[in-house]
């Protein structure tokens, strides 16, 4: 089928897919695989289905990815400006978005919107820029970059190296007329844990966000449990090869994922223990199929959410398929955890 080819009647307007445009629905323009990702014209089109800088629909048209207009949109919320509303109800570990990220001088894809309002490209990179843990680098993307801040997030993203994207994805289920929202700075992230204070100290400084008196980062409890996951997850991490290792794993399983789960510490902290706990029993001389629960289990995580040929999956499934020796096994995921 020709994916330049319109397809179907369309009864609202939409925003293009490439160049944010809205566009009236007598003149949209739908991809001719999927019937959903909308366009002003065939330029725009072309542009967003090659893999450069916008989408790259070519990778996510056959997946569940949802859409500007159908599923959520970009409305205005009180107090924050712009914001990202969700249409429709989103189940828990859903695509939101894929975002192609913006390069510098490009000005027809909607970064004049992005705050601060006659800025330079520069000064929208430092307020609207998402980091990339892998490349330790910032990317401005024209749709996620409007996402705002909480606290209590709903949703997360990640950068995706291979396809040169970010995917915006579903922490839980997020209702129709909810805000979707991810953290700018998270205190109850166990991997890059920093405490509460540091966090709303650079939340203010950068972004100008105060927490109110009730906000879910002034809870020391939550503080403290990550704290003591973020202890936990150096004790395993940090393990030296050689030895066997007589931490008990089950007692860790049990305490990090229970308690991981009670802070919300969201579905990429979660992934990172599994994957921590399968090293250890790999370490500890455990068994295969206690390490490959782990796998499978880390694996079921980010299939929804992540691209099913991105680096991340190929690596897990290339440890499924066995035939490893321990040390093998070992240094895979070594490599696996640097480009996460």
């Known amino acids: 089928m020709n994916p330049f080819k319109c397809k179907g009647k369309v009864s609202l307007d939409r925003h293009c897919g490439y160049c944010l445009i809205e566009v009236a629905a007598d003149k949209v323009k739908l991809c001719g695989r999927c019937n959903r990702r909308a366009y002003c014209g065939i330029d725009c089109m072309e542009k967003d289905y090659e893999q450069g800088e916008g989408q790259g629909h070519m990778n996510w048209c056959e997946l ?28 828990a570990k859903t695509r939101i978005m894929v975002d192609g990220a913006v390069k510098n001088g490009n000005k027809n894809r909607g970064i004049h919107e992005l ?21 330790n680098t910032r990317f401005l993307y024209p749709r996620i970059s409007r ?18 994207v970010s995917v915006l994805f579903s922490e839980r289920e997020i209702q129709a007329g ?38 879910r980062c002034r809870d020391t409890e939550i503080e403290n449990i990550a704290k003591e996951c973020h202890r936990m997850d150096n004790v395993i991490i940090t393990l030296e090869l050689p ?3 007589e931490l008990p794993v089950d007692s860790l399983e ?49 299939i929804p959410i992540f691209h099913p040929e991105s680096d991340e999956v190929l690596r897990l499934r290339e440890l499924l398929v066995g035939g490893c020796t321990p040390l093998q096994w070992i240094l895979l995921f070594n490599y696996l955890n640097l480009i996460m």
């Not at 996402?147 to 040169?164: E, F």
């Open 178 to 215: 909810e805000e979707i929202c991810i953290a700018y700075e998270y205190f109850a992230d166990f991997i890059n844990f920093k405490s509460s204070n540091t966090c709303r100290s650079q939340l203010d400084s950068r972004w100008k966000i105060k927490c109110p008196f009730n906000c």
């Open 115 to 135: 705050m601060p309002i006659g800025g330079s490209f520069r000064q929208k990179l430092y307020i609207n820029g998402l980091t990339c843990e892998c490349a």
């Open 64 to 91: 569940d990815v949802c859409e500007e207009d159908l599923d959520w949109s970009v409305v205005p919320v009180e107090g924050k400006g712009l914001g990202i509303i969700a249409k429709r109800l989103i189940p």
């Open 147 to 164: 996402v705002n801040h909480s606290c209590d997030r709903n949703a997360g993203h990640h950068h995706d190296h291979k396809h040169q």
């Open 254 to 302: 049990v305490y990090m994922l229970t308690k991981e789960e009670s802070i919300g510490a969201g579905i990429l902290s979660v992934q990172r223990t599994l994957h921590d706990l399968y090293e250890h029993t790999i370490r500890g001389g455990g068994s295969w199929e206690q390490a490959e629960g782990y796998l499978r289990r880390s694996l079921d995580l980010i």
């Open 243 to 245: 030895s066997r290792v």
